[in-house]
T-cell receptor, first 115, second 114 residues
Framework: DGGITQSPKYLFRKEGQNVTLSCEQN?????MYWYRQDPGQGLRLIYYSQIVNDFQKGDIAEGYSVSREKKESFPLTVTSAQKNPTAFYLCAATTPSGQRNYGYTFGSGTRLTVV | GESVGLHLPTLSVQEGDNSIINCAYS??????FIWYKQESGKGPQFIIDIRSNMDKRQGQRVTVLLNKTVKHLSLQIAATQPGDSAVYFCAEISNRNSGYALNFGKGTSLLVTP
C-alpha cells in the first residue's frame, strides 16, 4: 500500500535525552511536514520540507531539528532543548499541486512521553 | 498571527440526529478550507473541502457551508452514526515563505450516543 509510515508508535524519553521520530513515505511526494498535537489543541506545524536537502521552520520549531537527505524520509529529532516534548506527532506529505488542495496524506502518528 | 478556531470543544448528539460543527477563521485572504476527521490515535482523514468561490458543498452525508462575510464555516453531518464519533478539525491552506502548509483549528470532539 502507498502511504506514510511513522515509527515507533509509542516512544518514551528521559529528561535531557534527544530522540528521533521516523517518517517514511512511498508516495513519491516532494513535500513533507511535521505537526505536533497536544490535548485540546489543533495540529501545529513544526517543520516542513518542499524538496530534498531543503527544509523550513514552522510555527513551533524551537527544540526540534529535521533532515531531508532522501525524498522518502523526513526524520524529526526532539532535542533536550524542547522543554515540553510530551505530545502526539504527525507526519504528512503532499505533491506540489496537492499543497493547495486536499492532497495531504497523514501518517498514524508517534506518541512521545517524557518519563 | 492568523488563526483558525472552533466555537465548541465538545458536541454530544444522539444517533440519527444531525450534527453541526462550527469553525471561525480570521484570515480574510483564505481561499480554501478542508474538514478533517481524526479518530483516537490516528492521523487526520480528509472529509470534504470548499473553495472561497462557493457557499456550500455536499458530500455523502456531509455538507460544508461557508459564510465569507462573517468568516465562518460549518460542517453538517446528516443522520449521525456511532462511527462518526471523532475529533473534527477545520483547516485552511496557509501560504508560507516557502510553499504551503495546513493551518488547523483546535478541533471539536463529536460523541454520538445510542
Amino acid at each position: 500500500d502507498g502511504g506514510i509510515t511513522q515509527s515507533p508508535k509509542y516512544l518514551f524519553r528521559k529528561e535531557g535525552q534527544n530522540v528521533t521520530l521516523s517518517c517514511e513515505q512511498n508516495l513519491n511526494h516532494d513535500a513533507m511536514y511535521w505537526y505536533r498535537q497536544d490535548p485540546g489543541q489543533g495540529l501545529r506545524l513544526i517543520y516542513y520540507s518542499q524538496i530534498v536537502n531543503d527544509f523550513q521552520k514552522g510555527d513551533i520549531a524551537e527544540g526540534y531539528s529535521v533532515s531531508r537527505e532522501k525524498k522518502e524520509s523526513f526524520p524529526l529529532t526532539v532535542t533536550s532543548a524542547q522543554k515540553n516534548p510530551t505530545a502526539f506527532y504527525l507526519c504528512a506529505a503532499t505533491t506540489p499541486s496537492g499543497q493547495r488542495n486536499y492532497g495531504y496524506t497523514f501518517g498514524s502518528g508517534t506518541r512521545l512521553t517524557v518519563v | 498571527g492568523e488563526s483558525v478556531g472552533l466555537h465548541l470543544p465538545t458536541l454530544s448528539v444522539q444517533e440519527g440526529d444531525n450534527s453541526i460543527i462550527n469553525c471561525a477563521y480570521s484570515n480574510s485572504a483564505s481561499d480554501y478550507f478542508i474538514w478533517y476527521k481524526q479518530e483516537s490515535g490516528k492521523g487526520p482523514q480528509f472529509i470534504i473541502d470548499i473553495r472561497s468561490n462557493m457557499d456550500k458543498r455536499q458530500g455523502q452525508r456531509v455538507t460544508v457551508l461557508l459564510n465569507k462575510t462573517v468568516k465562518h464555516l460549518s460542517l453538517q453531518i446528516a443522520a449521525t452514526q456511532p462511527g462518526d464519533s471523532a475529533v473534527y478539525f477545520c483547516a485552511e491552506i496557509s501560504n508560507r515563505n516557502s510553499g504551503y502548509a495546513l493551518n488547523f483549528g483546535k478541533g471539536t470532539s463529536l460523541l454520538v450516543t445510542p
